[in-house]
C-alpha cells in the first residue's frame, strides 16, 4: 500500500482554474510529466511564470478551496504537471469533476476536505497518511481526517496510469474483481 | 447504519458493496455504454490500446450518429464513413445511424437502454439526462468509457446528495424546463453543486411527464453538478412498459438519508422563465424580457426536442403564422420522436406555420451543424446552453427558454408571454 507522504504544501486562496495550472500555448503539448511540469501554475501567480519557478519550490502538496482546476479545460497536461513539478496529492474544498478524473486517471490523488484552507499556510509542513486519510500540519499541529485513498489510486499511479492499469488487470484476470 | 440516498444505494448494489459514503471512490457495473459520431472512433481504439478487440457486451454499448449527420461537410463526412466502419467491425447490436437517428441521450433513454437501479455511461457532457428514470447516468472521458466496453466496470466518486423538494401545482404553459432555469436563477453557478447529485422529488415532479424531467435531468450537468436523479414512479413504469430492455425493479431513497442540503420549491408560483445571453445563471421571469427582439427561433436539442414539446409549439402555433421576422427551425431529437409528431399531425400543423422542419441531429446546438448562429443574430432557444459562440458566430446573442416560450414568441417577433395569447 501507499506509504505516508510529508513535505511542503503550497495553498492558493484564490480559485485555481485549470487554464491557469496549463497556459494556452502548453495545451496541445505532448503529455510527458517533465516537461508539463517546467511552466505549471504559470497562470495562477506572476511568480510562477518562469521555467520551473513551481517546480523548485519543491512543493509536495497543494491545499485550495472550492472547485479546483475548474474551468471547464479537460486538458491532462493540468495533472501531469503537477505530478512532475513533485506534487503527491491536492486537498480542496471541492474539484472540477473533470480534472478530479483526470487526477485518479493518473494516480494522483484529489482529496475532498472541507475547510482545510483555513488551517495551512504555503510553506508548512504537512504529513499525509493515505490509508487512513488523516492529514497532519506538522507546523501548527493542526489534523484533519478526510476519506482514505482507494488502494487503486495509488495502484494507478504505479502502473503509470489508466489505461496500462486496466491492460494489466485484463491481461491477469483480475478486472472482473474491481470494486 | 445511516439511510442512503437512491444514489448511494445504487452505487452501493453495482459494486457490490452494503453501503457507500460520499467522497468514496467505487467501481460500479456498467448497464449501457454511449458513443457517439463524434468522439466514438476514438473511444473504440483506445478499447484497442487496452488489448481488446470485442466489447464486454454487443447488446449493452450503444452507438449514435447524432452530431455529424446528415454531414453538412468532406470532413464530417469522412469522420462518419469512418465511424460507420468501426461500429460494423466490432458487431455493434444498436446502432441509431443516420435513417434511425437521434440524440444520443434522447435514444437511450426513449429506446429503453437506461434502467432504474443501474449506472450507465456516455462520452458526451449531457449522459446525466439518464437520471429521468431513475439511473445513474454519467458523462465520462473517452478513456474511461473504453475501459467500460473492455471490462463493463467504470470507477465513480460517490457523490454528495442534495434535494430538490417540488410542491405545487403546473401553472398552464409552464413547462419542465422553466423549473430547470429558475433552479438556475436560484443556485447562481458559484461552484457549491460541484460533483454533487440533485434529487428531486415531491408532488410536482410525480406530476410531471417523463420529458419535463428528462429536461430536468439534462440540465443538472449546465448546473455545475454531477447529474440529477428522479427516482422512479407510476409514470416510470409507464414509460418504461414494451421500452424497457431489460429487467429492473422500484428504487427510492430511505427516510433517513443524509443530504447535503434541502431546498424547497413551490412550482405554483413559477411562470415562464428566461435565461439572458452569455450567463446561463443570469436568470429573468418572462416579464422582465417582454418584447425583446429576436430573429431565430430554435426547438429541438437532448434539453427540449421531444413529442410533448412539439406538442406545445403545434398547440400554439395551430391556424397561425410565425412572424415575417422570424426564422423557426424544428429539430425532432431523434426518428421516433418525428414519427410521433408526424402521426399526431404536429409537423403538418408546424409546417403550415412557416416552421422549418430538420431531420433529428443536434443540429446548431453546438454550432457546427445545422441553422448555426450568425453575426448579429438574436437566437430565442429551447436548448441548454447559451455562452457566447456556443451556437456559431461568437456576435449572436442566445436566449433560453421553454418551447412554449419559443412557439409564442415566433409568433409576434419579439420575446412574448405564452400565458398571454
Ligand atoms: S443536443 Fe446539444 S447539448 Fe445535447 S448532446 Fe447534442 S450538442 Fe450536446
Known sequence: MAHIQRGKAWVSEKYVYAFDIIIQ?????????????????????????????????????IVAGHNFAGGGKSIEHVVTGMMGAGIQAVFADSFSRLQFRNA????????????????????????????????????????????????????????????????????DGTAKDLR | MPGMTITEKIMAQQSGRDSVRPAELVWTDIYTVMTMDYLGKQTFTALH???????????????????????????????????????????????YDLGKQGIAHQIMVEQGHVLPGTVSIGTDSHANTYGAVGAVGNAVSV?????????????????????????????????????????????HWNGHLIYKTLEFEGPAI???????????????????????????DEVTKEYLKGRAKGDW????????????????????????????????????PIEKVVGTKFNKAFVGTCTNGRLEDIAMIAKILEGKQVHRDVNFLLVPASTQVYLDALKAGYITTLVEAGVAVDTPSCAACAGIHTGVAGDGDIVLSAGNR?????????????????????????????????REL
Open chain 2, 249 to 284: 425493479s422500484m428504487i427510492a431513497s430511505d427516510a433517513d438519508a443524509h443530504y447535503d442540503a434541502v431546498y424547497e420549491v413551490d412550482v405554483t408560483n413559477i411562470g415562464p422563465t428566461v435565461a439572458m445571453p452569455d450567463k446561463l445563471d443570469d436568470i429573468a
Open chain 1, 104 to 171: 485518479t486517471n493518473y494516480g494522483l490523488p484529489f482529496i475532498t476536505c472541507k475547510d482545510i484552507v483555513k488551517h495551512v499556510k504555503t510553506g508548512d509542513e504537512l504529513e499525509f497518511n493515505p490509508d487512513t486519510g488523516i492529514i497532519k500540519n506538522l507546523t501548527t499541529g493542526f489534523e484533519a481526517q478526510a476519506l482514505p485513498v482507494a488502494p487503486f489510486v495509488a495502484e494507478i499511479a504505479s502502473s503509470g496510469g489508466l489505461m496500462e492499469f486496466i491492460k494489466r488487470k485484463i491481461a
Open chain 2, 143 to 187: 478513456s474511461d468509457a473504453a475501459v467500460a466496453m473492455a471490462i463493463g466496470k467504470c470507477w465513480f466518486r460517490v457523490p454528495e446528495s442534495v434535494k430538490f423538494h417540488i410542491t405545487g401545482t403546473w401553472q398552464p404553459y409552464v413547462m419542465g424546463k422553466d423549473l430547470s432555469l429558475h433552479i438556475m436563477g436560484m443556485m
Open chain 2, 206 to 232: 410525480h406530476a410531471l411527464s417523463m420529458a419535463g424531467r428528462m429536461t430536468l435531468c439534462n440540465m443538472t450537468v449546465d448546473l455545475g453538478a454531477k447529474n440529477g436523479i428522479v427516482a422512479p
Open chain 1, 25 to 61: 500555448k502548453f495545451w496541445t503539448s505532448a503529455i510527458d510529466p517533465a516537461e508539463n511540469a517546467k511552466w505549471v501554475m504559470a497562470g495562477v501567480d506572476e511568480q510562477f511564470n518562469a521555467e520551473n519557478a513551481f517546480k523548485n519550490e519543491g512543493y509536495t502538496f
Open chain 2, 386 to 418: 447559451n455562452m457566447k459562440g456556443r451556437m456559431g458566430s461568437k456576435n449572436a446573442q442566445i436566449y433560453l427558454s421553454s418551447p412554449a416560450v419559443v412557439a409564442a414568441s415566433a409568433l409576434t417577433g419579439v420575446i412574448s408571454d405564452p
Open chain 2, 49 to 95: 490500446e487496452l488489448g481488446k478487440t470485442e466489447v464486454f457486451d454487443k447488446d449493452r454499448v450503444i452507438c449514435v450518429s447524432d452530431h455529424l449527420v446528415p454531414p453538412p461537410t468532406a470532413q464530417f463526412a469522412t469522420m462518419l464513413n469512418e465511424w460507420r466502419e468501426v461500429v460494423r467491425e466490432h458487431n455493434i447490436t444498436h446502432f
